[in-house]
């Protein structure tokens, strides 16, 4: 990246005054007239973004293999795209957690999905922030308004996870200061204090989002910022951070972007931490540019890994199309219980799980669940599909069924462990 900085600039002057010329440089970029003031006063000085032609570029490489990733998602059956995203929910809950060294997996998350008791069973934990990044595909989804609406989102995604030490004490927010540190021993950020201040930050972060006169892209990173710099609670900033990064950058990107951001982000985590330390670093002056760019990368790099899937996703389903009917007539199957098998299929080849419960089938069939219960029972004993879950009871192919189907060359599902 031709564009460079400040602190690099800074090194490589020969000035005698370099702090004066540093300054100046600084007060150049960010009176650009692309640049854009986010308004806050930080002790390094105001936040700004600068617009260099590197950062265009990359905006354009994203907005046109965004058009291809949508036009993918869009040429894939309904039942396909939904499998999709519940295994890209599950992915993304176990990619956050793992950045903040939270364990968890992906059978965990599934199943606190599938509890129909919130309180009941080990992973309850993982149910809300499991939900929350489901509500993305919906078109009905609100964004917050307000810093209460932030709290309140926080309090679903941490559920049950918080002792009572770690709880919230103040007005919203927390009352206490807050060291972010490396290694457990340097601090690398102290969060924003007092509360007062944490709410005008978070504020700015909401208003951030919504500025009419900067790219949608821009503000929700820049938002994103924000967040981890003020810092607001004592444990889980980060998940929530990522979660309401998802939510801003799901207005710009589609909803198999966003959800593959956190494993970009797990994958890459130096991108990920250098693009906060190059704020943090006072010589920057407040610039955000490279946080921009970094973060911008990151989102291309999700872009390419799900773009990667959906395209060996649909070949795959196009060779099993093809063959579904022929499969049908060998195994003398009814309407119906071919209709169980292409869906199943779907389910193995879109999603993280090949199983679907016995309602997702009466659904996706348009059956009533008892004769879809009597189509399963059939497929059974053929040995096409079996009981994967017993409570709820689910049902998945069989590796004679995939078989047959040529499944075994031609599944690209991830392991789901």
Known sequence: MDYQELSRAFYKSASTDRFTELDERARYRRTMPSSFDLGLETPDGVLFIAMPRELFVLYEQILRTERKVSSLMRSIPPIAQMALVRGLVFDEVVNSNAIEEVHSTRAQVKEA?????????????????AQ???????????????????????????????PDSKLPDGKIFRAEGVDITAGGVKVVHKGVEPEDKIIEVVETMLQTVQRDDMPEMISAL????????AHPFYDGNGRTGRYL????????LSVPTVLSLSRAIAENRSIYYRAFSSVENALNRAEMTFFIYDMLTLVRIAQVNILERLSKSKEAFGSISARMDAFMEEQDLSDKEGSIMFVLA?????????????????????LGKQMTRKHLASLEAKDLVWKARARPAEFALTDHARCLLGMEEASVSEEAS
């Open 132 to 162: 929350l990044y489901l509500e993305l595909g919906k078109s009905e989804h609100e964004m917050p308004k307000t810093p209460q609406e932030i709290r309140t989102i926080y309090d679903k995604i941490m559920d049950g996870e918080l």
């Open 222 to 229: 820049a938002s994103h910022y924000l967040f981890e710099y």
């Open 113 to 129: 999905l599938d509890s129909r008791a919130v309180q009941e069973g080990e992973f309850r934990r993982f149910k809300e922030l």
């Open 346 to 366: 779907q389910f193995e080849l879109f999603g993280m799980y090949g199983t679907a419960t016995t309602e997702e089938l009466a659904a996706n069939i348009r």
């Open 245 to 252: 990064l998802a939510l801003f950058l799901s207005e710009a």
